[in-house]
């Protein structure tokens, strides 16, 4: 295994490490510079991937930290806020943007090296904290192809995004302090940890396990410890049978077409490169996000007689969540397949965790995220294979092989997920109190918690 | 003098305006509430979640006239409001003591 002291993206062996990138491109854009022979000089040492930056794989990953950051803010926080009571709707906002900012500060401190640091002897668990602020890396650091501050700050997004994504477990009844608590810590015990164990050349990343884009590390992680958290934090007042419904699906709409833009940056960006890695599965993305759509939409409407807008938008998110592992690996029909099992699958489970378990995870996180990044991981398994269209296993591997070992992500991850988040929210119930009263939740969380309205009407 | 408020259908409410300007009423107070009568509500649904929203949004318009005006007044109300389908409203006519214009000064009768 190859010493992790850079970030390692899985791809199989079959294929270059920059095989994908078009020669014709780097040749004309260094010829123009440079002497014939500093030309085949720089082209054989971009072919190492290990040596120099590209400033075209950075200028691409540049944008792509850019796109990830958007699907937060204020993607998924418009996303969210349209789906809430409107005297919530601030609330959900400032969720999001705090956690940002949380998760951003503590990514510098410390969960950067804990995710991608070399943990010495115990790298099959956890990075060191040799990287901790960042420690030694300067503007000419690289990170295979892109500067190392870059990847710092590409992988930060995904930290930001992944806690935020928990959100949708507690919004309407959860205590300030206590969410800020619980995503700091569950970022530094569970993200950081299985951020590792899958891209940072931790024990999942050895047995090859395929997540590439954060099928398990960031939608799994989420959805589970969501489902957890919900579990433990007790339903909104009125669950299940008095409800209010969304406050404003418009709002939702829009956050949900900004998650679809970003997540462009999300998948693609993943390839860490500019080139055909990267264009396929911005391709793969795109698709599987539009079937996913149309699936849930058709569901919906065979089993309730009209599709509707927040429906569709769940539909894509879906889709989206589900190709995230597969995005690399997989080829455009097998996006296609996989978007419609999204849709379908996702809303399946959005009934069975409400009505059937009867736990109110009020925006479907484990639903659509942990259900879906699952589903995914799996399915990268056999949608990775060269007879379904995608662009191959690892030599001398199997697809039900393969599926083992992504079985054994999902579960393991899936476990400390959910073990981990059991003892944070012990731990944050002791100390700050998990819940408003019933009376502030009547009132709302935008007057009570944060001493502002979302409507003069 | 007569108080008259009238909960309509909001799409309504452009017609009956038309309809109290041609008899001669020319001010009105409009509101936007919500209510139900025997219309009762409907069944919205979000991710398969079922919401039972009961109370419909309507428009209450109150206008104030002499008592020579009040039945002409609510007949053209019911007149320009009505659909014949279930939600069209309620007219109810109060009594009313007193009425000033605030930037005349001028009372009862000649404040209308």
């Not at chain 1, 829009?254 to 396929?280: H, K, Q, R």
């Not at chain 1, 939409?297 to 592992?325: H, N, Q």
Request: charged share 15%.
């Amino acid at each position: 295994m190859r010493a992790a002291r850079y970030p390692v993206r899985w791809r199989p062996a079959s294929q270059g490490t920059k095989g994908g990138k078009n020669m014709l491109e780097t040749w004309g854009r260094r010829a123009v510079a440079a002497a014939l022979a500093a030309s085949a000089l720089v082209w054989a040492s971009a072919a190492q991937a290990q040596e120099g930056i590209d400033s075209g794989d950075s200028a691409w990953i540049l944008t792509a930290t850019a796109l990830v950051l958007f699907m937060t803010l204020p993607g998924l926080a418009l996303f969210y806020g349209g789906l809430v009571r409107a005297n919530n709707v601030l609330s959900a906002l400032m969720h999001c943007f705090s956690i940002a900012c949380v998760a951003s500060v503590l990514w510098l401190i410390v969960a950067y090296s804990l995710a991608f640091g070399d943990g010495g002897g115990a790298n099959a668990l956890i990075g060191g904290l040799g990287k901790a602020f960042l420690a030694g890396v300067g503007k000419e650091t690289a990170s295979g192809s892109i500067p190392e501050s870059l990847f710092f700050m590409f992988q930060m997004t995904f930290a930001i995004i992944t806690p935020a994504l928990i959100v949708g477990a507690y919004p309407e009844r959860i205590r300030f302090p206590a969410m800020i608590l619980f995503s700091a810590i569950w970022l530094i015990v569970v993200y950081a940890p299985v951020a590792h164990w899958v891209w940072g050349g931790g024990w999942l990343a050895d047995l090859g396990a395929m997540d590439f884009a954060g099928g398990m590390v960031v939608h799994v992680t989420a959805g589970v410890s969501a489902l957890v958290l919900a579990k433990m934090l007790g339903g909104r007042r009125g669950f299940p049978s008095e409800l209010r419904p969304p406050h404003n699906p418009g709002m939702t709409m829009i956050g949900a077409c900004m998650l679809w833009v970003g997540w462009f940056g999300f998948n693609a960006g993943s390839a860490l490169t500019a080139g055909g890695d990267a264009a396929m599965a911005m391709t793969v993305t795109h698709i599987s996000a539009a079937a996913g759509a149309l699936a849930w939409a058709a569901a919906e409407w065979v089993r309730f007689g009209k599709p509707s807008l927040i429906g569709i938008v769940t539909g894509m998110v879906a889709g989206l969540a589900t190709i995230t592992p597969a995005s690399g690996f997989v080829g455009p029909a097998g996006a296609l397949a996989i978007g419609v099992a999204a849709g379908l699958v996702c809303q399946w489970f959005t009934g069975l965790v409400k009505q059937t378990m009867r736990i109110d995870d009020s925006l479907d996180v484990f639903a659509v995220h942990g259900i879906g990044g699952a589903l995914g991981t799996l399915a990268t398994a056999f949608f990775a294979t060269a007879a379904l269209g995608g662009f191959g296993l690892a030599e001398g591997v199997g697809a039900l092989q393969q599926l083992g070992v992504q079985a054994l992500g999902v579960i393991s991850v899936a476990a400390w997920s959910a073990i981990a988040s059991f003892v944070i929210i012990k731990l944050v119930q002791a100390l700050v109190g998990l819940r408003v009263s019933q009376d502030e939740e009547i009132e709302g969380l935008d007057i009570v918690a944060h001493g502002e309205r979302g409507y003069d009407l | 003098m007569k108080f008259i408020v009238a909960v309509i259908k909001p799409h309504k409410l452009d017609q009956v305006r038309d309809a109290l300007t041609a008899i001669g009423v020319h001010g009105m107070t409009v509101s936007e509430v919500r209510g139900y009568g025997r219309q009762g509500g409907h069944t919205e649904i979000y991710r398969g979640a079922e919401y039972q929203v009961s109370f419909l949004p309507k428009i209450k318009i109150e206008v104030a006239v002499d008592d020579a005006s009040v039945e002409r007044t609510v007949e053209a109300i019911e007149a320009a409001a009505k659909t014949g389908q279930i939600g069209d409203g309620k007219i109810f006519v109060y009594d009313l003591g007193r009425a000033v214009r605030i930037r005349t000064g001028e009372q009862n009768e000649e404040a209308l």
